[in-house]
């Protein structure tokens, strides 16, 4: 359980007990019921996490809505969006194990997150994974509900693949962009599971002369 459900879930409790003893007991059932449902979104259940080598995790549960060929700093590469609604784990997991490389927040629009104007416009958090002999993007994106996106690592600080490295409260989407070497197990339509669904395998020796080469951040399409 991630420790803001406590916090949500104690408030409201208060609430239902205030209002349960100034009005009726009846008109506390609501905030009970949302009490509930906060600990029941902000759960955290743990995972089983895939040591394949050359092997990338979904950062998210969720569903695939989009995997396409974008440009970084104009070279070909690989996106993998994965949709969150309400009613998925909103916790966020490195995708590999590495070294962060770069936190950059953007701040932005909360457009619906199954557009494709959300990945750009949005606001969103973009980190840079170096590590396992190649580097790639993950983004956390705001949506239409989503108004907080929490990221606990740092710069230079060392991750494990499946670690847990933030949240993003609410509906949400998130972004994986890697190189076009890699090779994709998902497709459009799938449901992931964060740190257990393997997205994709970057071959060893393709990992080593895409890293030695590329500069990851993002840019225009």
Same mark, same amino acid.
């Given at each position: 359980?991630?420790?803001?459900?406590?916090?949500?879930?104690?408030?409201?409790?208060?609430?239902?007990?205030?209002? /349960?003893?100034?009005?009726?007991?009846?008109?506390?059932?609501?905030?009970?019921?949302?009490?509930?449902?906060?600990?029941?979104?902000?759960?955290?259940?743990?995972?089983?996490? #895939?040591?394949?080598?050359?092997?990338?995790?979904?950062?998210?549960?969720?569903?695939?809505?989009?995997?396409?060929?974008?440009?970084?700093?104009?070279?070909?590469?690989?996106?993998?969006?994965?949709?969150?609604?309400?009613?998925?784990?909103?916790?966020?997991?490195?995708?590999?194990?590495?070294?962060?490389?770069?936190?950059?927040?953007?701040?932005?629009?909360?457009?619906?997150?199954?557009?494709?104007?959300?990945?750009?416009?949005?606001?969103?958090?973009?980190?840079?994974?170096?590590?396992?002999?190649?580097?790639?993007?993950?983004?956390?994106?705001?949506?239409?509900?989503?108004?907080?996106?929490?990221?606990?690592?740092?710069?230079?600080?060392?991750?494990?693949?499946?670690?847990?490295?933030?949240?993003?409260?609410? /509906?949400?989407?998130?972004?994986?962009?890697?190189?076009?070497?890699?090779?994709?197990?998902?497709?459009?339509?799938?449901?992931?599971?964060? /740190?257990?669904?393997?997205?994709?395998?970057?071959? #060893?020796?393709?990992?080593?002369?895409?890293?030695?080469?590329?500069?990851?951040?993002?840019?225009?399409?």
């Amino acid at each position: 359980m991630v420790r803001d459900g406590y916090y949500y879930a104690a408030f409201l409790i208060l609430a239902a007990v205030l209002i /349960g003893w100034l009005a009726s007991p009846v008109w506390a059932v609501p905030c009970l019921l949302l009490a509930t449902f906060f600990l029941w979104f902000f759960r955290d259940p743990e995972r089983v996490i #895939p040591a394949d080598p050359g092997a990338i995790v979904s950062p998210a549960d969720g569903k695939v809505t989009d995997v396409s060929n974008v440009r970084v700093d104009g070279k070909p590469w690989t996106r993998i969006s994965i949709f969150l609604n309400v009613f998925d784990v909103h916790v966020n997991r490195s995708p590999v194990a590495g070294i962060i490389r770069e936190v950059r927040y953007q701040r932005g629009k909360f457009l619906n997150a199954m557009t494709e104007a959300c990945a750009d416009h949005n606001e969103q958090n973009i980190v840079t994974v170096a590590g396992e002999g190649h580097t790639l993007i993950f983004k956390q994106i705001a949506g239409l509900l989503a108004r907080r996106i929490i990221f606990t690592k740092k710069v230079g600080d060392a991750v494990r693949r499946g670690e847990r490295v933030g949240l993003i409260k609410f /509906g949400s989407r998130t972004d994986v962009v890697l190189s076009p070497m890699a090779k994709v197990q998902v497709k459009v339509g799938d449901r992931v599971k964060g /740190g257990a669904s393997v997205l994709a395998y970057l071959a #060893p020796v393709e990992a080593e002369l895409v890293t030695a080469g590329a500069q990851v951040r993002e840019g225009e399409r």
